[in-house]
């Protein structure tokens, strides 16, 4: 029986960052994948960039199509490229990631036995060496570790490396626009894909390179949204299912600074505990500002 090849659309939100959407097409160019059946869709999110010289070189290679819209963040980005779709699965990622070559061939198999289901793959550091992008990276891999401790029925993906059935992702209503950082939009659209009785699963073989350098500032800048796009998630939680607000154990912050132990060198074990706990002082300082902002 000749194997069935679903048909793709991947989303990919960009906002000023010209180089590294380049790369990314690059990747995306490379597919081992039908070129007849998977489109590229890159939302252009008010950046403002010379994007047409950005996707002239790879049109020869890839069906791909550039939207353009004012400045609202990446889940309304994420949003315009799935209205303009035609693929039965939605595939997301984002500039500064760069899909391996078997991607969309081993997320096909996942998607015909699991049709129904959202698939969440895995996320590789392209930048080991960057302190402050390594600790983000952990951050991460304790997260899905945590969330998606059963594979088959997960909780929680980020959407560099996302694929739902298109239909599903139109019944729920896409991501949420109120969140306009890319804070929190990813736990509450995998919430709601969830309290819909939908089903997601991990497959670590689909694989993406995340590639985002970060500077001490940036790291510091970047939890603390985080913390902020927490507050706005848990909020939401609350309201819905008509209770307190509920956060984590003190275990699962306990076990996010031993996160490091998976780093080989002494020095980077310190290293990178120190900037775990400093990521969690931050999200913390995120969140009483977003409490803080919302009662003031």
């Known amino acids: ?12 939100p960009t906002y000023r960052r010209t180089q590294q959407l380049a790369t990314c097409l690059a990747a995306l160019a490379k597919l081992e994948y039908p070129g007849d059946h998977f489109e590229v869709i890159v939302v252009d999110d008010g950046g403002g960039g010379a994007l047409d010289a950005v996707v002239a070189p790879v049109k020869g290679s890839l069906s791909v199509t550039l939207l353009r819209q004012s400045h609202v963040g990446p889940s309304g980005a994420r949003n315009a490229g799935a209205a303009k779709a035609k693929g039965e699965y939605l595939v997301f990622t984002a500039d500064d990631c760069m899909p391996a070559e078997n991607w969309l061939s081993t997320l096909a198999t996942r998607v015909v036995a699991e049709p129904d289901s959202a698939v969440g ?25 945590y969330y998606n401790a059963l594979p088959g029925a997960a909780q929680f993906f980020t959407p560099n490396n996302l694929a739902v059935p298109t239909d599903r992702y139109h019944a729920i209503g896409g991501f949420n626009e109120s969140f306009v950082r890319a804070t929190g939009e990813d736990r509450e659209f995998c919430d709601r894909w969830n309290r819909h009785g939908y089903r997601m ?33 848990r909020t939401m939680q609350a309201s819905l299912r008509v209770g307190q607000m509920s956060l984590e154990p003190m275990s699962f912050y306990l076990n996010l600074l031993r996160a490091s132990r998976s780093v080989a060198r002494t020095k980077r074990k310190v290293q990178l505990t120190l900037l775990l706990g400093v990521s969690q002082v931050a999200n913390a300082a995120g969140f009483v500002w977003e409490s803080m902002e919302r009662r003031g």
Do not use: C, K, W
């Open 1 to 12: 029986m000749e194997r069935r090849q679903p048909f793709f659309s991947i989303i990919v």
């Open 121 to 145: 793959g895995a996320i590789i550091n392209a930048l080991p060496d960057n302190r402050y992008s390594t600790a983000t990276h952990l951050l991460i891999e304790y997260l899905y570790s």
């Open 201 to 233: 699963l991990y497959a670590p073989e689909v694989i993406v390179t995340h590639a985002h350098p970060l500077t001490l500032r940036a790291f510091v800048r970047q939890h603390f949204n985080y913390g902020r796009g927490t507050f706005r998630y």
